[in-house]
């Protein structure tokens, strides 16, 4: 079987083919050809932020998705939680020590083999899946879009920038996680929170507003997802919007000043085991990077801030899923062809990594005569792929999240605000029950 793509989507595929006992070959360009965003030739490495959302696999989705990729030995999950970092409630990693480890265990598998070799066109024989991610090279958008007839679509993410630890003021700033949360003093102080007032978050809002920002190249058009907004762009649709999404003061008490309520707190996230270096939480940016050095020292406690990295932009494509693929992940037009991850219409590490995992067990199941049953649409799985093969509208067909809003109701339970806990909780247990029956069905070493 051949895959693709060595980031999180095919690193899973290929994990989960191997351990059905399959001979996998991953065909990573990298390092020979590089990507604009990528920095090294590792598989699984992690470009735009070090986090996997919510561990919460009761009350959150992306953490039930987490659940359900440990139950079934998913690689990306097991090296995330070996190099997990404290992040509150949030499961964050070394993300130098994660991709070195997935590429360590890949590369240790009898059943894998890694070539360097670039795939720039759709073969006709063999069980391919392509998990080339949103930097899919020219070449080969240009084969997918002749094949499909359908032209991929190109939006982009933003990367955030990330400070050196020891260049933050922390007698301006402190440590403590949004309310608190997280069972230890490391987890529950996994933030460095910077305060402002509301003279200072004006003054930074003018900044940002004016300052000089990256422009596109002919031929590219400026369509975001929503979650990966850049900083700038949430503040052209309004002075306020920072202050109620990455920049909210809520659950937080400066310990320097007690008695004073910020106006807004820009929150930094430890981006390594050392804890050396911090991401900027949500601070994605086109800003140039002279502009983005004078408008992030603006920021309270980051006044003599030194960057390990400065945020950037990069491209995403993917393709019209619901019209391409079937609830297999398999192309309509050509049914030995798979596709797995970004590529596929889904957003996030998470969710790539999970429709890679469902993708290499379908695509080697295949391959050794026993296709396996659909998965259950009430698991955090199945309701993604149902989503981005049929499930959304494909007019209107944007990158998503997992979230609730794709699981199909529970029967009599309260709505609104009130009933969301007993709501959410009943979503989790049912898809609980419903992925472990699904793994029931196969025989996997661990």
Known sequence: MHIVGGGMAGSEAAWQAAQMGVNVVIHEMRPKVETFAHRTGKLAEMVCSNSFRSDDHEQNAVGLLHWEMLQANGL???????????????????????????????????????????????PEDGQWIFATGPLTSDALGRAIATETGAESLAFFDAIAPIVYAESIDMDVAWLQSRYDKGETEEEQKAYINCPMTKAQYEAFIDALLAADKTEFHEGETAGYFDGCLPIEVMAERGRET?????????????????????????????????????????????????????????????????????????????????????????????????????????????????????????????????????????????????????????????????????????????????????????????????????????????
Not at 78 to 93: F, K, S
Not at 106 to 117: R, W
């Open 76 to 122: 990306v999950m097991r090296q995330a939680y070996a190099n997990r970092l404290p992040a509150g409630g949030a499961l964050a990693v070394d993300r130098e020590a994660f991709s070195q480890s997935v590429t360590d265990a890949l590369a240790a598998h009898p059943n894998i083999e890694v070539s360097g070799e670039e795939i720039a066109e759709l």
């Open 242 to 446: 920072l202050r109620h999404g990455p920049m909210k003061p809520v659950g937080l008490t400066n310990p320097h000043k007690p008695e004073e309520k910020a106006y807004a707190v820009v929150q930094l996230r430890r981006d390594n085991a050392l804890g050396t270096l911090f991401n900027i939480v949500g601070f994605q940016t086109k800003m140039k990077y002279g502009a983005q050095t004078d408008v992030f020292r603006m920021i309270p406690g980051l006044e003599n801030a030194s960057f390990a990295r400065l945020g950037g932009i990069h491209r995403n494509t993917f393709l019209n899923s619901p019209t391409l693929l079937d609830a297999q992940m398999r192309l309509r037009a050509r049914p030995n062809i798979r596709f797995a991850g970004q590529i596929t219409g889904v957003e996030g590490y998470v969710e790539s990594s999970a429709m890679g995992l469902a993708a290499g067990r379908m695509a080697a199941a295949e391959l050794l005569g026993h296709p396996l049953p659909q998965i259950p649409q009430d698991t955090a799985h199945g309701a993604l792929i149902h989503h981005i093969t049929g499930g959304a509208e494909a007019k209107t067909f944007q990158p998503m999240n997992v979230n609730f809003g794709l699981f199909r109701p529970v029967e009599g339970l309260k709505g609104g605000r009130r009933g969301r806990r007993d709501r959410y909780k009943a979503y989790t247990d049912r898809a609980k029950e419903a992925w472990s029956g699904w793994l029931a069905t196969q025989e996997v070493p661990a």
